[in-house]
């Protein structure tokens, strides 16, 4: 048999292929994709049980810091990140069918609450595709929106990019992030650009603030417990990431917001310091933020007296 070079490259083209279209399929599915989530690997799937069941006991939102520390908690459900922004936070907060079983929202300060969004549409819709991919190479992120990234990486598969390590995984994502590299050159169409665009408004901070307040309050009005917490912070990544103006306007709007409407605010910014801590980014940083989470879920418990959520197995 006359199996040439190019025949096996046809091969593991085709291969490739047929791989990309399983997963959009299966990913496509209504039954499978039932909330907005990022979920780390290893519990994959508790955390998907949890979302068939239906909607848990509690949801977080706030920044990558909190995604890392809620990892395995039962019950607790991340929409920390990418909707770190109010208008990503309402927009995904809108998709939850059913709030009648939802009892707590942790909501965090982070500096990138309140941004807003100064750059081109075109600058920022790059930087989203940089951190989506950053995110679903480390984590599980079901989300019908993931689908175009995670097909465009598996076409760079197939095309012969390969990555050995996790690490390697996150340093790709991070580079995309982090350059003006053209989508298309990573193997991103237009189009896709243009969609992640279209969902970037452009808001002033004043904006952010008084859809935040109006959020905080539809949450009160559903008899949703609200917890507002100020993370622990390191002032050598804050002054390193150039976040620390964000970091303070965000914490101290997160204490007006708390004498405000009465919910209560959990203030960290003095625990938990470490260098490395509250960079959590490339999410291998994980015991500083298991840390800090264990203490505060112990908190939110106490208060609330929360049963175990029946829905996890």
Do not use: W
């Amino acid at each position: 048999m006359n199996f040439s070079i190019s025949s096996f490259r046809l091969l593991l083209f085709g291969l490739g292929t047929g791989f990309s279209l399983t997963i959009a399929l299966f990913f496509g599915s209504s039954e499978f994709v039932v909330r907005k989530k990022v979920i780390p690997n290893e519990n994959f799937l508790d955390h998907l049980k949890l979302l068939q069941a239906g909607v848990p006991k509690a949801i977080v939102l706030g920044d990558s810091y909190l995604a890392n520390g809620f990892i395995g908690a039962p019950g607790y459900l991340n929409l920390a990140y990418p909707a770190n922004n109010i208008h990503d936070i309402k927009y995904e907060f809108d998709k939850i069918r059913d709030l009648s079983r939802l009892q707590v929202v942790v909501l965090q300060a982070s500096p990138a609450l309140l941004k807003t969004n100064e750059s081109s549409r075109s600058s920022r819709a790059l930087d989203n595709v940089g951190y989506h991919l950053h995110e679903y190479l480390g984590f599980y992120s079901l989300l019908p929106n993931f689908r175009p990234y995670l097909i465009n990486y598996l076409k760079m598969a197939a095309r012969g990019k390969r990555f050995s390590r996790k690490t390697e995984l996150n340093e790709f994502g991070a580079q995309i992030h982090d350059s003006v590299m053209s989508p298309s050159s990573l193997g991103f169409s237009l189009e896709v650009q243009q969609a992640v665009a279209r969902t970037v408004p452009r808001r002033s901070r004043d904006q952010n603030s008084k859809a935040y307040r109006e959020f905080v309050e539809r949450l009160a009005e559903e008899s949703i417990s609200v917890y507002l917490v100020v993370p622990p912070t390191s002032e050598y990544y804050l002054e390193q990431a150039g976040e620390m103006s964000g970091y303070a306007e965000c914490s101290a709007f997160f204490r007006q917001l708390s004498s405000q409407t009465g919910f209560p605010l959990l203030d960290y910014s003095g625990s938990f310091t470490d260098p490395l801590l509250y960079h959590s980014c490339d999410h291998l940083n994980r015991e500083g933020a298991v840390r800090f989470t264990d203490d505060l879920i112990a908190t939110i418990e106490k208060s609330q007296s929360l049963v175990e959520n029946p829905y996890h197995e």
